[in-house]
Nanobody, 122 residues
Framework: QVQLVESGGGKVQEGGSLRLSCAAS????????MGWFRQAPGKEREFVAA???????IYAESVKGRFTISRDNAKNTVDLQMNSLKPEDTAIYSC????????????????WGQGTQVTVSS
């Protein structure tokens, strides 16, 4: 059974930092591309960042230069370092795993975590 478990969310003031982590089990982690998505109340799920099996990265324009995605295949984890946080970054952040691509499209991911809340106050 595949499990993706996020941690590291919380409340932070504008300009602050948080580091999210996603622990994967039940799959061959190194074979999967990994992504982070977020969903704010009343909005659609939004792509944040993704990292390929080989370590290549892509980012949403809204987070480029502020967020960094990384993976540790030995620990089966993917992290999202978030700096210079803004109130508009407030959302539930979820990690996802894909066998086929490091896509910006949620439907191309096979497995999802439950998510962790990030709240940024002004």
């Amino acid at each position: 059974q595949v499990q993706l478990v996020e941690s590291g969310g919380g409340k932070v003031q504008e300009g602050g930092s948080l580091r999210l982590s996603c622990a994967a089990s039940g799959l061959i982690f190194s074979w999967h591309h990994m992504g982070w998505f977020r969903q704010a109340p009343g909005k659609e799920r939004e792509f944040v960042a993704a990292i390929t099996r080989f370590g290549g990265t892509i980012y949403a324009e809204s987070v480029k230069g502020r967020f960094t995605i990384s993976r540790d295949n030995a620990k089966n984890t993917v992290d999202l370092q978030m700096n210079s946080l803004k109130p508009e970054d407030t959302a539930i952040y979820s990690c996802a795993a894909s066998q086929s691509s490091s896509s910006r499209v949620p439907n191309e991911y096979d497995y999802w975590g439950q998510g962790t809340q990030v709240t940024v106050s002004s």
